[in-house]
């Protein structure tokens, strides 16, 4: 029931938060927007909990948070990609 409720929630946020379209840098509203989407993303271990909560640790800075947030970025725009192999 907690899984399906955190699905529903993340859902939900994700009509109102914008994918990342480009790099985020270290300013705050990146970093905002970083978290906001993250928040968006599941766990890849709990199905329950966000990515931000993968992400929140306190021996991770902000630095490293946004990076992480940028990868997860890149990888998915990637796998959404066709290729065409000649």
Known sequence: MKTLIAR???FLL???TRKPSRKLTWTVE??????????????PNDPKLTYWD????????STEQLASVN???????TED???TFI
């Open 30 to 43: 990146d970093f905002q927007a970083g978290k906001a989407w993250a928040k968006t993303q599941p766990h």
């Open 8 to 10: 529903i929630k993340r």
């Open 14 to 16: 994700r009509l109102v």
């Open 54 to 61: 993968y992400l929140n640790q306190p021996w991770l800075d």
């Open 81 to 83: 990609e066709t290729y």
């Open 71 to 77: 990868q997860l970025v890149h990888m998915k725009s």
